[in-house]
């Protein structure tokens, strides 16, 4: 058995034991998403309201900010290797929800993983002061709100591939969750900003535009399947999968300014 595979049966063994004690902060579904225009997200919206349930961030319709920073080597192997499209890839990112003004404030280290087409999600709330710590030196605090599990798993993570701070992604989004199926879940983010400097979440939040104009990111998330009303919204505007990836158009922007 080679390394690859041994790794990928450790991975499977360790989400089977990680069950018995991960609720909420493990999350595994098919993502799919979609590049709309503005008059596509006029045209949803109302179908949204009838369908769907409103997340509690973003109530009367307006959108709520998530920052993340993500994290890769110094060759950037982490997002070399996810845009090749590999069976198997995952990433590292910390997120918070908006600008921190505050070293107490929550934030979230996700560690996301992909394979055979499944996501696999699973994450770590503490502040930011301790995730700052344990990004540096690698010692897990020992409030209760932590998932050990998942820090474990996330610094053996880091100490194979030593990763850093490499990227600063923020968004606007609107989340919604279906009323009927709970497990289906959609979001639309506008105005993507990147950079590859000033990498902290207390900074405020500012970069370069991945989206055009009036575009957003769609991605519908589900456990099983998606419902039947939804994909009727998407024949009759002729919206079809896309294989975008915030990060992925970051590097491919940051590989562009490279070239120049």
């Known amino acids: 058995m080679n390394k690859f595979a041994i790794h990928i049966?450790?991975?499977l063994y360790n989400r089977i034991e990680e069950r018995k004690f991960l609720a909420?902060?493990?999350?595994?579904?098919v993502e799919l998403k979609y590049l709309l225009m503005q008059a596509d997200v006029d045209a949803l919206l109302p179908l949204l309201s009838e369908k769907m349930k409103s997340d509690a961030y973003n109530p009367g319709g307006k959108t709520y900010p998530i920052s993340n920073i993500y994290f890769d080597t110094d060759a950037n192997e982490l997002i070399i290797k996810s845009l090749e499209?590999?069976?198997y890839k995952e990433k590292l990112r910390l997120r918070s929800y908006g600008q921190v003004h505050d070293k107490g404030e929550r934030v979230f280290l996700e560690i996301k993983k992909k394979f055979d087409g499944l996501v696999y999600k699973r994450r770590s709330s503490f502040s930011l002061s301790e995730a700052e710590q344990f990004l540096k030196d690698g010692i897990i605090p020992q409030s209760e709100h932590v998932n050990r599990q998942v820090l474990l798993e996330i610094k053996d993570l880091m100490k194979r591939y030593e990763?850093?701070?490499?990227?600063?992604?923020s968004y606007e989004r609107l989340a919604f969750f279906g009323k009927d199926d709970s497990d289906f879940r959609l979001t639309l983010d506008r105005n993507i900003l990147c950079?590859?400097?000033d990498l902290f979440l207390d900074s405020p939040v500012y970069g370069k535009s991945l989206l055009k104009e009036g575009q957003w990111l769609m991605e519908a998330k589900a456990f099983k399947t998606f419902p039947l009303w939804f994909a009727h919204f998407l024949s009759q505007r002729k919206i079809y999968k896309s294989s975008?990836?915030?990060?992925?158009?970051?590097?491919?922007y940051y590989k562009g300014e490279q070239l120049v």
């Open 163 to 169: 990763l850093k701070p490499k990227v600063f992604i």
């Open 24 to 29: 909420i902060e493990i999350f595994n579904r």
């Open 244 to 252: 975008f990836s915030k990060y992925g158009a970051e590097y491919a």
């Open 195 to 197: 950079r590859r400097e």
């Open 9 to 11: 049966a450790k991975y």
């Open 85 to 87: 499209k590999p069976i």
